[in-house]
């Protein structure tokens, strides 16, 4: 797989998924060897449309969820560049 940008620890792979407001990609953590899915905001769009406050919310109650079933967050990264 060829890695065109890293997210801290996380190298970026192919995109897997876009949302309304995100992409979300696979990425390799550099640390274990593991894929993961990050999931990418826009977020001049989502303060454009004053969603900050549901994504906020969104990744609070992500972070309460334990379950085989669900996907889990393992961390919430800001960055001051944009990713492609
Ligand atoms: N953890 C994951 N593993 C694999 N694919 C994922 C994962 N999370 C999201 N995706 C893929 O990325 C797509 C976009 O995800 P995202 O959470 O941004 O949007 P959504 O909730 O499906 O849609 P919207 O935000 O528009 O309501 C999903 O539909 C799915 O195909």
């Known amino acids: ?7 801290g620890k996380y190298q970026l ?7 309304t407001f995100a ?3 696979l ?3 550099s640390t274990n060897g593991k894929y ?3 999931k990418i ?3 001049h769009m989502v303060v454009e449309t004053n969603l900050t406050n549901q994504v906020q919310r969104e990744i609070r ?6 379950h085989p079933n ?3 967050i393992h961390e919430v990264l800001g960055t001051k560049t944009k990713s492609t």
């Open 1 to 7: 797989m060829v890695f065109a940008n890293t997210i």
């Open 13 to 19: 792979g192919r995109t897997i998924g876009e949302g």
């Open 23 to 25: 992409r979300v990609k």
């Open 27 to 29: 990425a390799l953590d």
């Open 36 to 38: 993961v899915a990050i």
């Open 41 to 43: 905001l826009d977020k």
């Open 61 to 66: 109650t992500m972070k309460l969820l334990n």
């Open 70 to 72: 669900i996907v889990r």
